[in-house]
């Protein structure tokens, strides 16, 4: 019976074993952290640790189209250059979730100069590298807009 509750907690040990680098990989891949291509292709911006929330900063610009359904050559209203320019801010996990999973926080619209709260997950289900989704909105999350921006390629 000795030899039959070690032989129990080996297989254990090993299927925890085999177990973890999956796990990790599911965490590693729903996290926002890391560099993404913006819904319209404009902007790169790098999401990273901003004290203890994230933001995303941008690192390189890409286009200048606009978000608007007939797209074409955006005019926006903050003329600044948006190189370096932080559009997401004081990302935070949400209470309902795990770090990790669903995070809040706001994101500057550089086109029409509001800043929103958003909600940023990332989904995997479509693309493996994921894809990063942020729900815009106003008052209630019910009453917003998705987009969904997709992760940069490596540098070399």
Partial sequence: MHSMTSACRALALGLLLAAAP??????????P???WITANGNLEVEVSACGDALCGTVT????????????????????????????????????????????EGTI?????GKTYRCRMSVATASIAAGELVLHAYVGLPLFGKTQRWTRAPSRH
């Fill in 22 to 31: 999956a796990a990790f990989a599911q965490s590693a891949a729903s996290d």
């Fill in 33 to 35: 952290r890391g560099r």
């Fill in 60 to 103: 390189q610009v890409l286009g200048n189209r606009s978000m608007a359904p007939e797209g074409g050559e955006m005019q926006a209203v903050d003329t600044r250059s948006p190189l370096g320019m932080t559009l997401l801010k004081d990302f935070r996990p949400t209470a309902a979730t795990e770090p990790g999973g669903e995070w």
């Fill in 108 to 112: 500057y619209n550089r086109e029409n």
